[in-house]
């Protein structure tokens, strides 16, 4: 399994902003699928931004829609979640995660075979 890795995260105050990114190092992104993925205390790990192979489509958690963009830049062999008009709420450990085969259900965790280590958001007055 690649490790990707991931940098960016950290402390914020309700209302701030944090750039999340994920180096894809010996995996190379192409076309790959690519999603962001979260688990805070107590609570399911649960997909947060995901694009499809190709980025023929892209899923954004209802909560996080209009808050949050997943982007990619393949010159850089990267992937990025943008996070804005953050929320307590948001608050947990992100994972990032690519898969090259054309077929996966891109939104769905278990299908991903590459991750990042985990990054913490804490978002608090």
């Known amino acids: 399994q690649v490790q990707l890795v991931e940098s960016g995260g950290g402390s914020v105050q309700p209302g701030g902003s944090l750039t999340l990114s994920c180096k894809a190092g010996?995996?190379?992104?192409?076309?790959?699928?690519i999603g962001w993925f979260r688990q805070a205390p107590g609570k399911e790990r649960e997909g947060v931004a995901c694009?499809?192979?190709?980025?023929?489509?892209?899923y954004y958690l209802e909560s996080v829609k209009g808050r949050f963009t997943i982007s990619r830049d393949n010159g850089k062999n990267t992937l990025y979640l943008q996070m804005n008009s953050l929320k307590p709420e948001d608050t947990a450990v992100y994972y990032c995660?690519?898969?090259?085969?054309?077929?996966?259900?891109?939104?769905?965790?278990?299908?991903?075979?590459?991750w990042g280590q985990g990054t913490q958001v804490t978002v608090s007055p």
């Open positions: 995660a690519a898969d090259a085969v054309s077929a996966i259900i891109f939104t769905v965790a278990a299908n991903y075979d590459y």
């Open positions: 010996e995996f190379i992104l192409g076309s790959a699928a």
């Open positions: 694009k499809s192979n190709s980025d023929l489509s892209t």
